[in-house]
């Protein structure tokens, strides 16, 4: 079946450093969505991403879709206390349709103030 | 407009209890979904509904059952608990017509002592 790994596991940063997390489907993605989980809390929609190639910002967040379109990446810049969570790629493979997301292992992040 | 509720937010049940989730969505949603997460191990597909009265398994559908006799319910029952299916449940719900995001509950907590 459809696998989606994320690397790292956990990440600690001070705060300002960067971080990245990885995503890797071992299938061909129609599209990425990234969510963001804060600690106690529920799954929250960050952006989705469709074309091979694709890069969009939102702020201080860059996120990269793979030319293959099996991979993507999450980059904060100088994070702060307000990114700790985790962060889960998703994707739904082109066997199963658009209607079920696999979801990658997460990347949970913490912040050293 | 509530979005995704779930009930209960915590349950406590012994092996062999039985109980049910209850999912409800206000947001005229056609397809809905029950994960389970676990430490480390991110979310995974428990069934889903692609619309009322149909349902079908995800990625770890033994030990659950679920019923979408209503478009905006979709239950998920444990029929004899068990301690593995300790865990964090989370509802989400997606429109077809919104590039399939998901929008999920705040999840139920159920530990099975």
């Known amino acids: 079946g459809q696998q989606v790994m994320q690397i790292p596991q956990y990440q600690h940063v001070q705060e300002g450093e960067d971080f990245t997390t990885y995503c890797n489907s071992s299938t061909t993605l129609s599209n990425i969505q990234w969510y963001k989980q804060r600690p106690g809390g529920h799954p929250v929609f960050l952006i989705q991403?469709?074309?091979?190639?694709e890069v969009k910002k939102q702020k201080r967040l860059t996120f990269q879709f793979g030319e293959a379109k099996k991979n993507s990446s999450l980059h904060i810049t100088a994070t702060q206390t307000t990114d700790v969570g985790t962060y889960f790629c998703?994707?739904?493979?082109?066997?199963?349709?658009?209607?079920?997301?696999?979801f990658g292992t997460g990347t949970r992040l913490t912040i050293i103030p | 407009n509530a979005g995704v509720t779930q009930t209960p937010k915590f349950r406590v049940l012994k092996t062999g209890q039985s109980m049910t989730l209850l999912c409800a969505q206000d947001m005229n949603h056609e397809y809905m979904y029950w994960y389970r997460q676990d430490p480390g191990m991110g979310l995974r597909l428990i069934h889903y509904s692609v619309g009322e009265g149909t349902t079908a398994k995800g990625e770890v559908p033994d030990g659950y059952n679920v019923s979408r006799l209503k478009k905006q319910n979709f239950l998920l029952g444990l029929e004899s608990a068990a301690p593995s299916q300790t865990s964090v449940y989370f509802c989400?719900?997606?429109?077809?017509?919104?590039?399939?995001?998901?929008?999920f509950g705040a999840g139920t907590r159920l530990s099975v002592l």
């Open positions: 998703a994707g739904p493979g082109l066997l199963f349709g658009n209607e079920k997301l696999t």
């Open positions: 989400a719900s997606i429109s077809a017509s919104a590039k399939n995001i998901q929008y």
């Open positions: 991403l469709v074309k091979s190639g």
